[in-house]
Nanobody, 121 residues
């Protein structure tokens, strides 16, 4: 059974950095996609970035390109999201998801519980 668990959220000043982590277990192969999503109150869920685990191909939302970096650590089955130059529009609940298609949030089969990111001005 696949399990997904995020960590690393918190409070940071605008312009600062945070690193989110997500551990995923239970996969029987490395042919899957994992993604980071965020949802702020009153807004739709947005895919921030995704990565194909075996090929390491990545995709980013325009709103985070050049500021956020998605990466994976195969040895630890861990996904990271390095968030730099955080802006007032970045605060949200950030979710890690697994086994889906980049750009299509409804296709992901497994979701973490979310971790809150807050940015102070």
């Amino acid at each position: 059974q696949v399990q997904v668990l995020e960590s690393g959220g918190g409070l940071v000043q605008a312009g600062g950095s945070l690193r989110l982590s997500c551990t995923a277990s239970g996969f029987t192969s490395d042919n899957y996609v994992m993604g980071w999503f965020r949802q702020a109150p009153g807004k739709e869920r947005e895919e921030v970035s995704c990565i194909h685990w075996s090929s390491n191909n990545t995709v980013y939302a325009n709103s985070v390109k050049g500021r956020f970096t998605i990466s994976r650590d195969n040895s630890k089955n861990t996904l990271h999201l390095q968030m730099n130059s955080l802006k007032p529009e970045d605060p949200a609940m950030y979710y890690c998801a697994a086994e889906g298609y980049c750009g299509l949030s409804t296709t992901y089969n497994y979701w973490g519980q979310g971790t809150q990111v807050t940015v102070s001005s």
